[in-house]
């Protein structure tokens, strides 16, 4: 397993704090032979495009599973995939309206 990301406060870095920050909802990912693009998306608009070595993805992501991973441990809670709320929700609308 890879060593565990740095944790940074914001007052430890003082140009940090005009740094923009960012919510997202939803994503959308493109691959080309040299990087990977992510499309950050917020109630189904664009808000901001991401590019991103292999190498940094990839750690990215081993990153991120790691964070879920240790949360879900320590709230013994399993946290839903997007996929997952959605069927949920179709069902709760096919239930309601029967």
Known sequence: MADAPPVFQMGSF???QQVP????????LQLSNS???VMLIADGRPVCK???SF???????????SLIQNLEKVTNHTIMLAGE??????N???????
């Open 14 to 16: 003082p140009l940090l």
């Open 21 to 28: 920050t960012i919510y997202f909802n939803g994503f959308s």
């Open 35 to 37: 990087d990977i693009s």
């Open 50 to 52: 991401l590019n991103m």
């Open 55 to 65: 190498t940094t993805a990839k750690t990215l992501n081993e990153n991120l599973s």
């Open 85 to 90: 709320v959605e069927t949920g929700l179709k």
């Open 92 to 98: 709760l609308v096919s239930d309601s309206g029967s």
